[in-house]
């Protein structure tokens, strides 16, 4: 029998805690004492029964179960049948003399930084396998003063405490060196010092710039959806990416799989462009009537769904939806007027030309690919902006990088920069063609605007606010400020010497690049699903 767990901690890392079978039994019964007491949150580990008359039954245990030591409970850190209890009065000893003095099995070091992470004071084994953190003896002593103080009576007033790192909201022009605060999913403090203790978990960001969660404005999530989805959650985890905007991978009759199995499920925050129309079967059916009849279905279904839905892509360009290409973005036009819902537009080579695209974009809509180097592009052979570009811009439009498999090339970018023309937000269009290359992820993406010459605060502006703008969903998303969302990127930039690609294969070397460290989406660590 499968039981969900109330916390469940995976990680390569093993240990195994030995308990006779019919010790199981006494075992659940102190932890639902001490869930009844009301004493305060319980770690779950999932393993393999040893007691159950299915020798693979998946079972759930409390790893902690309050209170005192029983007999014994004076004589801190003993070591008996149950492995290692601690006593609430013998824990200062117990930890930290048992640990020095060899006494607790290094096994047990994993389970004791597990709990107190998140608050127990009283630790004893179950006779689990348990899949937990590991963590060095040093790692160790550091938790272990955190857990003492809290032991003794400290208040936890955050969940997460970051530390020492070098903070900057680019929504309020913010930079200062200083501790960040994380309580309940948002950002409770933002202070030159916090005492790390006062946190249940605390990142050293010595060294790192702290800043809001990358907002990666067009991507392709759906995971097994498509053949070209990717898994936000493993790729945001490792790239700072917290929230995610998929670009047109699905039409209105696939979209409920995209909020079942992509949106509700993810630890990133997801949203969704959906796609002009679905897939058409019929090779006789006529395309401009096909994408007219489904057009009230697709409105329906963003109006109905603005919570998850921005708008409605479509892909513009010769290679894409061949002749029928302006004729569809007539009818996406009509749609999104219609309706009153925003329009992104993929732009990459002509038929249509860039000033007839341009003429049918408002405010609120979206040019991506800005700076590819096709036909249906923003600048001429001879560096100008082609016209309507600036126009639209004018109206409102925002522009968008989305890098992609063909559509960043590193002349046309520098066209457009000497032009003045700065494209609004940086996104990757990343699918599983292009994870191991061109693209690779967001900060290498970010990196090749670094490189072109933006600032690093240019940069993390079009990374997190302004794209956070068009996704409009949740308040405060895209700065780091009190009372906003807890979605942190940990960034470094690294010197050294470094190759950057186009998508046209084109190299350069770069002289500085940014990473990810970590990231924190909705108030909890971002962690890369197994």
Sequence with gaps: MLVEPAVLLVDPGVAF?????DLLVDLRQQSQNLKDAGDGPVVVARGLS???????ELVNLDVVLGGGAGEGENDVGQVSEFGVELGGGGLVGGLLGGLLGGHIPE??????????CFGIHAVGSSAMLYHIM?????????VAGGAVAWAQGAPRRYDIVIRGGEVRDPRRGFKARADVGILDGKIAAIEELIAPESGRDAIDARGLYVVPGLVDLHTHCYWGGTALGIDADAIGARSGVTTWVDAGSFGYDTFPGFRRFIVDRAQA??????YLYPNNRNPDTDPVKYAQGVMKRTGETVAANRDVLIGVKLQVGSNMNGRYSLDFLKVARELCDTF???LMVHISFAPPETPQVMELMRAGDVVTHSYNGHTLGLVDA???????????????????IGHGLGSFNFAAARKCLDAGFVADSISTDIYNLNTNGPVYDMPT??????YLGMSFDDVLLRSTSNPAKVVGRVDGLGTLRVGGPADVALLAIEDGEFELVDSQRNRVKAKQRIVSRAAIVRGRRFVAPL
């Design 17 to 21: 805690l030995e308990l006779p079978p």
């Design 50 to 56: 040893e007691g159950s008359d299915d020798s693979n």
């Design 107 to 116: 096994s047990l070091v994993n389970v004791l930084e597990v709990a107190f």
């Design 134 to 142: 590991t963590m060095t003896r040093r790692s160790w002593l550091a």
């Design 269 to 274: 925050r997801i949203f969704g462009y959906v």
């Design 340 to 342: 009153k819902i925003p």
């Design 382 to 400: 001879d560096g100008k902006l082609k016209p309507g570009v600036k126009e639209a811009r004018a109206r409102g439009v925002h522009f968008d």
């Design 445 to 450: 993406t970010m990196s090749k605007l670094l």
